[in-house]
Nanobody, 126 residues
Framework: VQLQASGGGLVQAGGSLRLACAAS????????KAWFRQAPGKDREFVAA????????YYTGSVQGRFTVSRDTATNTLFLQMNGLQPEDTAVYYC????????????????????WGRGTLVTVSS
């Protein structure tokens, strides 16, 4: 499975960006998709996850109400709509996928990810 993220860029505080992650190769084995981010000097952290049907979602507290994760099963594309961006959201954002079903009731550990995409940089200026 190959994952390719796009949509990052530079935005002012309060602005919006929409990230996309295209999946290819063996996508039938993917149940769960997620977004993580890694700020300079920090560990990679969970942002949001979504189950195979797109019904069950989970967000980390700092993005709840501002970010929306969704997926288009027809095109095997994962999205992250980010509104109300703040400087602390500045990070490299990574899309991820897992081969196990997901309940949508808890965050996902980076150790539970089966496939990683290359990151896309999001920079929020104050």
């Amino acid at each position: 499975v190959q994952l390719q993220a796009s949509g990052g860029g530079l935005v002012q505080a309060g602005g919006s960006l929409r990230l996309a992650c295209a999946a290819s190769g063996g996508t039938g084995s993917i149940y769960t998709k997620a977004w993580f981010r890694q700020a300079p000097g920090k560990d990679r952290e969970f942002v949001a996850a979504i189950n195979r049907s797109g019904v069950r979602k989970y967000y980390t507290g700092s993005v709840q109400g501002r970010f929306t994760v969704s997926r288009d099963t027809a095109t095997n594309t994962l999205f992250l709509q980010m509104n109300g961006l703040q400087p602390e959201d500045t990070a490299v954002y990574y899309c991820a996928a897992g081969a196990s079903p997901y309940s949508g009731k808890h965050p996902i550990s980076p150790l539970g990810v089966d496939y990683w995409g290359r990151g896309t940089l999001v920079t929020v200026s104050s």
